[in-house]
């Protein structure tokens, strides 16, 4: 009977162990704009990745150029065949909330735009795709800008609730410190080839990605992101779980030798 005990704790051992291996996961944003709740600035967006069943939700952010402005929502946007971006109070022609076209992309003109994925199991090793979509602003329309300059944020967060945070308060709440990547002059034209940007870092749960912080506020950076890929980093529940199944093992197999 002992060692039948000791049997059956083998396959919840190899099933631990398995959890424990990073798994990668993807998320295709082209062609899919996940399940949404709520409307307008309050628009959340939910993918799952099939595989592993990780998911990530999505929620849109814009704060103003100067050191004192703060946080606040956003509306995420899809668009089928490009991927996701967001619309924020002071964009558009009219200065209001605007998501026709071409302003529902990420972009830095007036106010930063931010997209937050947060990520149930946390993740490493993240990579993101992005995409310019038109060309909106004049002085972008030229080969020597970089339509897809981006700017990033990747750490520990809890509720993911920015609002009233400044840029320089994120780190306070548990994101690293800020990423910039410029990339080779484009045309800023859908035309051009995607570009992916890794993320650096170690393990996190949470990643704002936006158009790039440019202190000369130049405004010519926009785009659309269309993939994101990750590894699933173990629950500490995961953890926690093979811990208890070796303890297990190990008393039963001391009972089994005391038997013998």
Request: aromatic share 10%; with cysteine; net charge negative.
């Amino acid at each position: 009977m002992k060692s039948i005990h000791a049997a059956l704790l083998i396959p919840v051992l190899f099933s631990a162990a398995a959890a424990l291996k990073a798994s990668p996961i993807n998320f295709n944003f082209i062609t899919s704009g996940g399940v949404e709740t709520g409307t307008g600035l309050t628009n959340v967006r939910t993918y799952t990745d099939p595989v592993t069943l990780a998911t990530v939700t999505v929620t849109g952010w814009s704060v103003g150029q100067g050191p004192t402005d703060t946080f606040s929502r956003a509306q995420s946007t899809f668009t089928n065949g490009f991927g996701l971006g967001a619309c924020s109070p002071g964009t558009g022609p009219t200065n209001g909330v605007d998501c026709s076209s071409p302003y529902h992309q990420i972009d830095n003109n007036s106010h930063y735009e931010f997209l937050l994925f947060q990520f149930s199991p946390g993740v490493s090793a993240v990579s993101v795709t992005l995409q310019s979509f038109t060309c909106w602003v004049v002085t972008a329309c030229d080969a020597t800008k970089n339509g897809r300059d981006s700017s990033y944020f990747f750490g520990t967060v809890g509720s993911g609730n920015l609002s009233g945070v400044t840029l320089g308060g994120l780190g306070g709440i548990g994101f690293g410190v800020e990423r910039d990547n410029a990339h080779t002059a484009e045309n800023s034209a859908s035309t051009d080839p995607a570009v992916t940007q890794a993320i650096l870092g170690t393990t996190g749960n949470a990643l704002l990605f936006g158009a790039m912080i440019d202190g000369a506020g130049a405004g010519d950076d926009f785009f659309k992101i269309q993939t994101l890929s990750a590894n699933a980093v173990p629950e500490p529940a995961t953890i926690g779980m093979i811990g208890v199944a070796l303890v297990a093992f190990g008393f039963c197999r001391r009972r089994s030798r005391r038997g013998q």
